[in-house]
């Protein structure tokens, strides 16, 4: 079993940048990565997935070359770089973890076997 902690959350300005880290207690090596995020009243949503060896990533429609995945499988560690933020990323960040079993479905939530707590991102005007 893993348990995920994100922290890197915060209160940033329209066009500042953020950097979210998701802690691992286990090993990941063998997990795809992602990272979701819901604002109230809105469903959850994909940000970024990476698959467990980061041979390739998914990003949501919305992030368009804004937001950057990585990982490190040594230091059981993701990250989520996040730059020329807009209010409209206001929302709870979560990191997540799917199991690769030939191949993961970065995009759907529901695919994901481990979800952290959760890190608040607000962007201010």
């Known amino acids: 079993q893993i348990q995920l902690v994100e922290s890197g959350g915060g209160l940033v300005q329209a066009g500042g940048s953020l950097r979210l880290s998701c802690a691992a207690s286990g090993d990941i090596e063998n997990y795809c990565m992602g990272w979701f995020r819901q604002a109230p009243g809105k469903e959850r949503e994909q940000v970024a997935g990476?698959?467990?060896?980061?041979?390739?990533?998914s990003y949501g429609d919305f992030v368009k070359g804004r937001f950057t995945i990585s990982r490190s499988n040594t230091k059981n560690m993701v990250w989520l770089q996040m730059n020329s933020l807009e209010q409209e990323d206001t929302a709870v960040y979560y990191c997540a973890a799917q199991k690769n079993s030939g191949g993961c479905y970065l995009r759907l939530g529901n695919r994901y076997e481990y979800w952290g707590q959760g890190t608040q991102v607000t962007v201010s005007s």
């Open positions: 990476m698959m467990y060896n980061a041979g390739s990533t």
